[in-house]
């Protein structure tokens, strides 16, 4: 299909893969989106941000919770729910 399709990407996730159109879009994006387009900001002492996930495909969320500069680390909380300990940019396994 990829081959057939070159608009298409491949990912993968915990159990499955996915064909996504090829842009640069990803959970990290999405999240960082959402807070900007809400009007919420995470340097606000009365908001506290909590992300958790599950999969490989959240820890493009975790790394932009992290690493953004709209966003003050302790004002979030970033889970990684799983049974198996891995590496991960969440702050909480």
């Known amino acids: 299909v990829i081959a057939r399709y ?10 499955v893969f996915e064909l996504r159109i090829n842009v640069n879009w990803d959970k990290g994006r999405a999240v960082l989106w959402l807070l900007e387009a809400s009007g919420v900001s995470a340097y606000d002492d009365s908001v506290f941000l909590v992300y958790a996930g599950d999969d490989v495909t959240d820890e493009d969320a975790f790394r932009a919770l992290r690493s953004s500069s709209g966003v003050h680390s302790s004002n979030v909380l970033s889970v990684l729910v ?3 300990e891995r590496p991960t940019a969440a702050s909480h396994i």
């Open 82 to 84: 799983s049974r198996e």
């Open 6 to 15: 070159p608009c298409l990407k491949k990912s993968f996730g915990k159990c």
